[in-house]
């Protein structure tokens, strides 16, 4: 049983920025994709971005694209969601998600993926 415990989430105004951070509780990332996303209240949970256990593959959403990265820790077992200018509607709760999947290979729909952190809440106000 992979475990995800996600960090770093908080508040801030428009245009500000924010990391947060996804540890595994094993070396899961050698062969594991992972992928963060976000659901606000109301809202379906959506897809912002994905990375494939190499690294080499990522997709981000149209709306976060320029603005969020991605980027890993091998050592530390952990990913980080970088995330600058960040807009009122980024406010959501954050999960990160993790599976076993091929090289080169990520997903963008939350039923592919296996493990699930417990959730972070962005809050970013105008």
């Known amino acids: 049983q992979v475990q995800l415990v996600e960090s770093g989430g908080g508040s801030v105004q428009a245009g500000g920025s924010l990391r947060i951070s996804c540890a595994a509780s094993?070396?899961?990332?050698?062969?594991?994709?992972m992928g963060w996303f976000r659901q606000a209240p109301g809202k379906d949970r959506e897809s912002v971005a994905a990375?494939?256990?190499?690294?080499?593959?990522?997709y981000f959403k149209d709306s976060v694209k320029g603005r969020f990265t991605i980027s890993r820790d091998g050592a530390k077992n952990t990913v980080y969601l970088q995330m600058n200018n960040l807009e009122p509607e980024d406010t959501a709760v954050y999960y990160c998600?993790?599976?076993?999947?091929?090289?080169?290979?990520?997903?963008?729909?939350?039923?592919?993926?296996?493990?699930w952190g417990q959730g972070t809440q962005v809050t970013v106000s105008s």
């Open positions: 998600a993790v599976t076993p999947a091929p090289s080169g290979s990520y997903f963008t729909s939350p039923y592919n993926y296996r493990y």
């Open positions: 094993e070396r899961t990332f050698s062969s594991y994709a």
């Open positions: 990375v494939s256990w190499s690294g080499g593959d990522t």
